[in-house]
């Protein structure tokens, strides 16, 4: 295991900074998850760690080295891309065993690497067939195997999950986050789906504009979001945000509800929410409407269990309350957390 680290570093492309002053240090033995949207730079990122790309600033470290300018099999990492990259003409066996041949090791050598690794993914039955016949699923762990089989420091992961079909990257979640505590290898995960880095991640690193925005746990991530950026990229439905005179107020829509059902004994905000909208999604209902803002009305959503049978009907109006510590509060101008403001 080893720790991966960043310092001061940057990524020019002509103008465009596509890693801008990144300082990041994984834990020992984490799954550390870069999370944001297309063109916020993680997957830069990434290739700048792995040795694919080279920084045009800073310094990357791997177990306390620095390692900028060593190519990328000097760095003892190990990468599975969004494509996978099977040889298509190379049975699962020489797939997986093709960088130990590389290295020169045994036949015999290489035998025992490539059982033992196709052992721990659960894939030893398919060692004779050749890439076009497996599902989305078995080819990712294919590539998980050839990448464990040369033992690394680090796995860096670049959207492995994102060719499967919903139902699929599910289970798929649940065995590449199990594979990776049994090994223990230090991994750095980029994603764009916040679901894929809130049930995976130990920590989560949210970038945007080549910044991280914020690095902690889902809980906290999801709960003090930092800025007004995280606050709405995280969560579906997305967190509220209602206009003050200088400042933005923040709630969750599963902390948004009826006043007539609530059993709260903290102190509650109460609003004035019109109803425009509302979806039933099985489990859960979502409820769109306003509320009074500093200019006029705020766009709301409030999510409602489905035990939850109050009625609630489109164009009528409802007191709505959410308690005063889950409300957070935001700088207007910089979008920044603040501290509690007066209401």
């Known amino acids: 295991m080893a720790i991966v680290e960043t310092r001061g570093l940057r990524k020019h492309f002509g103008d465009v900074a596509a890693v801008d002053g990144v300082d990041l240090a994984s834990k020992e033995g984490e799954f550390l998850v870069l999370l944001g949207p297309s063109g916020c730079g993680k997957t830069t990122l990434l290739r700048l760690i792995a040795g694919l790309e080279q920084p045009t600033a800073g310094e990357i ?29 190379m049975t699962v066996f020489n797939n997986i065993a093709f960088p130990l041949k590389a290295q020169g090791m045994s036949p015999e050598e290489r035998k025992k690497k490539v059982e033992w690794a196709a052992s721990l993914l659960g894939i030893n ?50 065995e590449l986050q199990q594979f990776q ?35 902690g746990t889902p809980q906290e991530i999801y709960h003090e979001p930092a800025d007004t950026f995280v606050a709405t990229f995280l969560g579906s439905p997305p967190m509220n945000l209602v206009e003050r005179k200088d400042y933005l107020l923040g709630f969750r829509p599963e902390h948004f509800l009826p006043k007539d059902i609530a059993s709260v004994q903290d102190k509650t905000v109460t609003f004035q929410f019109r109803v425009t909208r509302v979806e039933y999604l099985g489990a859960d209902r979502l409820i769109y409407g306003v509320v009074a803002g500093a200019n ?34 935001f700088d207007k101008a910089t979008g920044l957390r603040t501290g509690p403001k007066l209401l």
């Open 61 to 89: 470290l791997i177990g306390g080295q620095v390692v900028n300018g060593l190519p990328p099999r000097a760095r003892k990492i190990a990468m599975v891309f969004q494509s996978y990259a099977l040889y298509p003409h």
């Open 125 to 174: 039955r398919l060692l004779h067939r050749f890439p076009r016949q497996l599902s989305g699923g078995e080819r990712q762990r294919v590539a998980l195997a050839r990448a464990l089989v040369r033992e690394p420091s680090i796995f860096l992961l670049d959207e492995p999950l994102s060719n499967l079909d919903a139902q699929l990257r599910a289970s798929a979640r649940d």
């Open 181 to 215: 505590r049994r090994i223990g290898t230090t991994t750095v995960y980029v994603t764009h789906d916040q679901v894929e880095a809130m049930g995976m991640g130990d920590r989560i690193s949210v970038m945007y504009q080549g910044k991280v925005r914020q690095i």
């Open 296 to 329: 006029g009305e705020s766009k709301a959503i409030s999510r409602l269990s489905a035990t939850l049978t109050f009625p609630i009907e489109p164009g009528k109006g409802y007191d709505f309350l959410i308690r005063s510590q889950d409300l957070k509060f």
